[in-house]
């Protein structure tokens, strides 16, 4: 099953650049065996200055009708890393064409867009910049796959 990171804004070179490349990297080599990957990144910019509700009408056209879709909203569910990895595997299982996450701009994501989600996930109560959500977003990828495969980088 392929994963799709949709998200409003350019990542720059950095830090956090390297590290989503890193943990995407990790993930790619770590989830193929197990029907997960690869992971891609599309980036998109409102230019146009329309917050939310102009971000939202590319976040749906980019969004493919056929996936699965998991938003990222601070209004969302939290979900420890294990369950986390538990539903990767099982939206896996049930044979989507691709799995996208969704990560919105400054202002959130506009309800349309909550309303195309299938899970809404929360990264906490904390609100976190994007360009750390995306971070966190690879990481936890990472860690799901590690936990699915048995590998030793969970740690309980």
């Known amino acids: 099953m392929r994963l799709r990171v949709i998200a409003i804004g350019r990542l720059r070179n950095g830090p956090e650049k390297e590290l ?11 989830g193929r065996p197990l029907g997960l990957g690869p992971v891609e990144f599309t980036e998109l910019e409102d230019k146009k200055g329309g917050g939310k509700f102009g971000e939202a009408a590319l976040l749906t ?28 595997s099982r939206i896996r299982d049930q044979a989507p064409s691709e799995l996208v996450f969704v990560i919105g701009g400054a202002d959130g994501l506009a309800p349309v867009v909550l309303a195309r989600a299938d899970i809404q996930l929360s990264f906490g109560q904390m609100v976190w910049p994007h ?24 740690r309980v």
């Open 131 to 154: 360009m750390l959500a995306r971070v966190m977003l690879t990481e936890q990828l990472y860690r799901s796959v590690s936990i699915l495969a048995g590998g030793p980088y969970h």
């Open 20 to 30: 989503i490349e890193d943990y995407i990297a990790r993930f790619n080599r770590t």
């Open 61 to 88: 056209k980019a969004i493919p009708a056929a996936a699965t879709v998991i938003v990222l909203d601070e209004h969302g569910q939290p979900q420890s890393s294990t369950d986390f990895a538990q539903n990767l």
